[in-house]
């Protein structure tokens, strides 16, 4: 089975702060993803990375950076914590070889809940 | 238009009653489709995927797509009180998956 982990559930963070958020793959994916989930704005994707040291803005990039320095790692990295980034959080991860081949199958994390206050 | 489009429901079925879950997407080059499920509080999953005009079914499940209309559904029969979740609708754009918001499903015992 695949299993994508995350480094936490919960987390709280102060305005300002900088924030990591740790994702890890065992099944030697390619590709890795972040995302947030916000109720009645669904899913939406910030970052993606399809091999190491490579990475691709996603739709709402702004605040945000990653890094993938190993393939089964990929951390989002919030600069200087704002309140509108109080969030889900889902990291996930597919298959893939090359960019054409992002679009199968995405296998989840459990989320991080983030709130900054 | 939106990219991806889904009803938010909720939509109440009653159990043992076939549930129709609705989707329309914009892009005419979109390829891939996908139906994840996801529980409250948790992750989403996949249950279904579909690139080919028609239906696939898997077990309870069914999705049809067509390409012509923009549109792809999925159909549980039988319906479960373990069914009620938020189903997400999902098509690529390029090389990204987008997501629509899900519908939500309450299948009514």
């Known amino acids: 089975d695949v299993k994508v982990t995350q480094s936490s559930r919960y987390l709280v963070k102060r305005t300002g702060e900088k924030v990591f958020l740790e994702c890890v793959q065992d099944?030697?994916?390619?590709?890795m993803f972040w995302y947030r989930q916000d109720p009645g704005l669904g899913l939406r994707l910030i970052y993606f990375?399809?091999?190491?040291?490579?990475?691709e803005k996603g739709d709402i990039p702004e605040g945000y950076s990653v890094s993938r320095e190993k393939k089964e790692r990929f951390s989002l990295i919030l600069e200087s914590a704002s309140t509108n980034q109080t969030s889900m959080y889902l990291c996930?991860?597919?298959f893939g070889t090359g960019q054409g081949a992002m679009v199968d199958e995405q296998f989840f994390g459990p989320g991080t809940r983030l709130t900054v206050l | 238009q939106k990219e991806v489009e889904q009803n938010s429901g909720p939509l109440s079925v009653p159990e043992g009653a076939i549930a129709s879950l609705n989707c329309t997407y914009s892009?005419?080059?979109?390829?891939?489709f996908f139906w994840y499920r996801q529980y409250s509080g948790k992750s989403p999953e996949l249950i279904m995927f579909?690139?080919?005009?028609g239906d696939k079914e898997d077990g309870r499940f069914t999705a049809q797509l067509n390409k012509a209309s923009q549109y792809v559904s999925l159909l549980i029969r039988d319906s479960q009180p373990s069914d009620s979740a938020t189903y997400l609708c999902?098509?690529?754009?390029?090389?990204?998956?987008?997501f629509g918001k899900g519908t939500r499903l309450h299948i009514l015992p």
């Open positions: 996930a991860s597919s």
């Open positions: 099944m030697d994916h390619e590709n």
């Open positions: 990375s399809y091999d190491v040291k490579m990475k």
């Open positions: 892009d005419r080059g979109s390829q891939s």
């Open positions: 579909i690139y080919s005009n």
């Open positions: 999902a098509v690529n754009r390029d090389d990204k998956i987008i």
